[in-house]
């Protein structure tokens, strides 16, 4: 890696593994601003269930790419990286340091490796596979992607929507398997010096327990609320939408029309969670990350994180 690129120190690690928290005490010692990996966190009047910082941690240390776009718009990877160097470039001119915090891997895959060819969204195609999906269910359309393309059905969970949808989509749009198109990615130059610490749970029940506690939070903080002034504040809102996906959302937004009673709508909302945390702990482990650390067993996480980070940018 070029010693000329711009340097970032990059956080990353699955949901409720504590990256806030940490990123919040290095902004104690250093002059950090923060740059969220969060593909959530842009949505406006999306709090309590993206988890996002609260008003006096936002005013604590700059943040980035966060409330940047209504629940009505999209975000993807694309344009992720065009922002992320953008704001790495003027951190640096202020004489501060880039701190990349968060856990939507595919944003980070794309920074570091480059984008692909893959076809943009088709809203007719979407809604074509939401009726289908509505009609006769998600196991209809995982047998459908397992005929299409077996090699990415090989690798997603049978209930695993929105990517079973994705995958279909681009099938449709393209005529080709995206398994066969992930591989003609484009080529890239690298374009920023990435110091990537990774928080990774080895005690997965753990997690399991912060993600439940830290979901009962959200409840106490008034999700079903949020959702409910979202549908009144955007009356085009619909589940098909990037944002109501989101773990949370879409389950409260069933809730909210009748589709589950309470007690399955929690349920299915930390279940949904564990999934996430998942995906994104597979997506690290093929990562080649520069350190990795179990959050919930090291020793002095905060002066060791310092003091790499010290190190880094010095």
């Known amino acids: 890696m070029s010693s000329s690129l711009p340097k970032v120190f990059a956080l990353l690690g699955p949901t409720a593994s504590g990256k806030t928290s940490l990123a919040l005490a290095l902004a104690e010692r250093f002059p950090v601003e923060i740059i969220s990996l969060d593909s959530a966190l842009v949505y406006q009047d999306m709090d309590i269930g993206t988890a996002k910082p609260n008003t006096e941690e936002l005013a604590a240390v700059p943040h980035h790419l966060i ?10 990877a694309a344009q992720f990286v065009t922002d992320c160097v953008r704001l790495v470039n003027s951190i640096h001119a202020r004489g501060r340091w880039p701190l990349l ?4 891997m595919m944003y980070f895959h794309a920074l570091t490796q480059g984008l692909n060819n893959l076809p943009g969204a088709n809203l007719e195609i979407r809604t074509k596979l939401n009726q289908l999906k509505a009609q006769y269910g998600i196991t209809h ?26 995958a279909l989509e681009i099938y449709f749009l393209s005529g080709k398997p995206m398994s066969s198109q992930l591989n003609a990615q484009q080529s890239t130059q690298p374009q920023l010096n990435i110091f990537s610490l990774a928080l990774l749970p080895e005690n997965r029940a753990q997690l399991h327990k912060q993600i439940a506690q830290r979901f009962e939070t959200m409840l106490n903080l008034g999700l079903i609320d949020e959702v409910v002034a979202l549908r009144q504040k955007y009356p085009t809102l619909n589940p098909h939408l990037p944002s109501i996906r989101c773990v949370g959302y879409r389950q409260a937004w069933d809730y909210l029309s009748g589709q589950t009673d309470y007690a399955d709508f929690v349920e299915r909302s930390i279940i949904a969670t564990r999934q996430l945390a998942k995906r994104q702990l597979t997506w690290l482990r093929k990562l080649n990350l520069n350190l990795t650390v179990d959050p919930f067993t090291a020793q002095h996480l905060v002066q060791q994180t310092q003091t790499i980070m010290s190190q880094f940018f010095s």
């Open 101 to 104: 915090v968060g856990g939507t």
């Open 141 to 166: 359309l995982f047998t459908l992607l397992q005929q299409l393309d077996p090699i990415t059905a090989a690798r997603l969970p049978a209930g695993d929507s929105q990517r079973i949808e994705r």
């Open 67 to 76: 409330n940047i776009i209504s629940p009505l718009q999209s975000y993807n």
